[in-house]
């Protein structure tokens, strides 16, 4: 039965191509051109497409084209124009060929195993058959029985037949012994490169079935290792195994009340009830402990805000098989008896030891921010004049947090003094949050940068007050929205809309990425412990709209990434380890981790759907929108957490 072409079949093979090619720019164009987002997952033909199909279904086709040729005695061209009569220079054989054509009679070449042979030409008075009767389906000869002689053709005939004979001799070969060693290339090809007749010539059966081309269409060039690219853990586009995690996932239920834990322990049907409520939070901040790996922190709307403690290998939720690893882990609620229960936290943030935590809750126009211990233990809390607090960063040495909130059509920056929260405000007029939202980075324990639209200064608060002490030239039409500062080399990293990445120095100094085609919607350098050496590389991560993911050094002065990505959907959010060995990416579908410096393919993956886990219980129903999604490692980085909407999921690596 004939397969039929369509245009997604015909847009499959090339995007294929272009990804096992390392085309991966061109791939991206072409998938957005083509609006497909993920081919490989949404069309269903694709998993039984194996890799390099194009190059084998091209092969194929000019292999028939061929025997169409000798059958009906055509003009000798080709699908690319005249035939060349001799192959390229590194196969052609001594005069030995000459001499086998004196010795031994003319024999048709053996087709491939998924063609049937083609009958010998007809006379030249025979009319030509048409082309659905060129290939009759004809039992192939047994090797023993010889096929007859052809009629004598034209001396370029005379070379191409000779061309015919190496083959059937090679063929010949594997039924009487092994063939002949041939040379090993040094990236691992160990059937040479002089294996293949023609430049383009299918693998026979001694290739194994890799699919590969041999030679490279390049006559005289070595085989160059392509390099595995994948786009997701895909069939056939990668050579390792990734390892898929969904399987070793824990699912934290967000259901309201203190007793939620317990409730699914003891009844599971009264657990169910309450956590498919009409009040189940949305999530909003998901934080891991900077120091203890079992203590993770998350809060959100409905007045959540909790401290759980999570270890690995939690015994699996009872109440539903759909439901994967589901748990009810012990928790710290962070909320004063006082808020209303559908308060929101605004804003949430450890401070650098673990030894508190700060939380922003908002409700009614009315406004607080609250320290908490990693136990669970009140601290102190000061009412915030202007709500709500939609930002918090601890300096350095976790004596001052920093906030941001609206204030009169501007933007207030406010920094409360840890052990007091007395404060000290900074007011920025005519900036509005909402069209330019602010984002700030300490630099030292009284500096730091406060970065939104065409805005990049730097500031320094005192006993008394907050100044500006630098403001950074931008472009006019700047869209900024994040900033990171790197500690270790002084650096500051800025994105935005537009994206690009922007690297600063102390002095001002600007150096502009051309990174994304779209905007950047993600920022992160590496971890890195110790001191900086002038010869070390300083990695900076960046994700955007578009799918993709960069790495730069940002020492490179030629601005071209250290290694580059694929996702497809947009990236939503980046993390490292805190080891700096590995990256994690997210979209709002599923993660990739990938180890730093062996970005070919991913190390481990997850995905969000269709992952029993993220689907029950089944709590209210959810709007298609995610404003916000969580991703982090925890101190050892073996466990990484994502959420989003009201699920929270714990994700064990290693």
């Known amino acids: 039965m004939k397969e039929y072409l369509d245009s997604d079949r015909v847009n499959f093979l090339i995007w294929r191509y272009l990804l096992e090619g390392n085309y991966r720019e061109t791939a991206v164009k072409f998938q957005k051109e083509w609006r497909v987002q993920e081919p490989h997952r949404q069309l ?5 497409v194996k890799s390099h199909a194009l190059v084998s279904v091209l092969n194929k086709g000019l292999l028939y084209h061929s025997l169409e040729r000798e059958h009906a ?28 054509a004196e010795a031994e009679p003319d024999i048709d070449v053996q087709p491939p195993p998924a063609l049937a042979p083609a009958p ?38 005379d070379v191409e037949n000779s061309r015919k004979r190496q083959g059937d001799r090679q063929q010949q070969s594997l039924v009487n012994g092994s ?17 293949a007749t023609t430049p383009m010539e299918l693998d026979g059966p001694d290739h194994q079935g890799d699919n590969h081309a041999y030679p490279s269409p390049l006559e005289g060039e070595q085989v160059s290792t392509p390099v595995p690219h994948t786009d997701g853990p895909e069939q056939g586009t990668q050579i390792d195994k990734v390892e898929e995690l969904s399987s070793d996932t824990t699912f934290i239920p967000l259901g309201p009340g203190p007793d939620d834990a317990s409730a699914l322990a003891l009844s599971p049907g009264t657990a ?22 079992s203590l993770l922190a998350a809060a959100g709307t409905d007045a959540l805000a909790r401290i759980w403690n999570v270890s690995r290998g939690a015994a699996a939720d009872s109440m539903s098989e759909d439901h994967v690893n589901g748990i009810g882990p012990d928790f710290h609620t962070l909320v004063e008896d006082d808020i209303p229960p559908k308060a929101t936290v605004t804003a949430m943030a450890w401070n650098w030891d673990g030894s508190a935590i700060a939380v922003a809750t908002e409700s009614d126009s009315k406004a607080r921010l609250t320290l908490w211990g990693p136990d669970g233990s009140h601290i102190q809390h000061s009412e915030v004049a202007e709500p709500p607090i939609i930002k918090l960063r601890w300096s350095p040495r976790s004596t001052a947090i920093l906030a941001i909130a609206p204030d009169s059509g501007g933007a207030l ?26 984002d700030a980075a300490w630099t030292t324990e009284t500096e730091f940068l406060i970065c939104g639209g065409e805005l990049l200064a730097l500031l320094h608060y005192s006993d008394r007050e907050i100044v500006q002490v630098q403001k950074f030239e931008t472009r006019e039409g700047d869209t900024l929205t994040h900033v990171q500062y790197d500690s270790v080399c002084s650096l500051a990293a800025t994105c935005g809309e537009k994206g690009v990445v922007d690297i600063w120095d102390n002095t001002g100094k600007r150096r502009s990425i051309e990174a994304h085609c779209d905007t950047v919607t993600a920022l992160v350098w590496q971890p890195k412990s110790g001191p900086h050496n002038d010869n070390d590389e300083r990695l900076l991560a960046s994700g955007g709209e578009d799918g993709a993911i960069f790495i730069w050094n940002a020492f ?5 990434p250290k290694c580059s990505m694929t996702m497809g959907p947009a990236i939503v959010a980046l993390a490292f380890t805190p080891d700096g060995a590995f990256l994690a990416g997210a979209t709002s579908e599923r993660i990739l981790i990938w180890k730093v410096g062996d970005h070919s393919i991913p190390r481990a993956s997850w995905s969000r759907l269709p992952h029993p886990g993220w689907l029950s219980p089944r709590m209210n129903p959810e709007s298609d929108e995610e404003d916000e999604h969580c991703l982090g490692w925890d101190s050892t980085g073996h466990k990484l957490a994502y959420g989003v909407n009201s699920r929270l999921a714990i994700i064990n690596f290693r």
Do not use: M
């Open 44 to 48: 269903k033909f694709a998993p039984y």
């Open 73 to 100: 005695e055509t003009t000798k061209l080709g699908v690319f124009g005249p035939l060349v009569a001799h192959p390229p220079p590194h196969q052609q054989q001594p005069d030995e060929s000459d001499d086998d």
């Open 120 to 157: 010998a030409p007809a006379p030249a008075s025979t009319p030509a058959l048409p082309a659905s009767q060129l290939l009759p389906a004809l039992p192939a000869p047994p090797a023993s029985q010889a096929l007859p002689s052809v009629p004598a053709a034209s001396p370029g005939a």
């Open 179 to 195: 063939p002949a060693k041939r040379p090993r290339l040094s990236n691992g090809y160990e059937h040479g490169a002089d294996a």
């Open 272 to 293: 169910l009830s309450r956590v498919n409520g009409d009040s189940v939070p949305v999530l909003l901040h998901c934080q891991w402990h900077p120091q203890d790996p």
């Open 413 to 438: 920056i406010t920094i409360y003094l840890a052990h007091t929260l007395n404060s000290l405000t900074y007011f920025l007029p005519d900036h509005d949050l909402n069209a330019e939202p602010l």
């Open 556 to 560: 490179a002065a030629d601005n071209t």
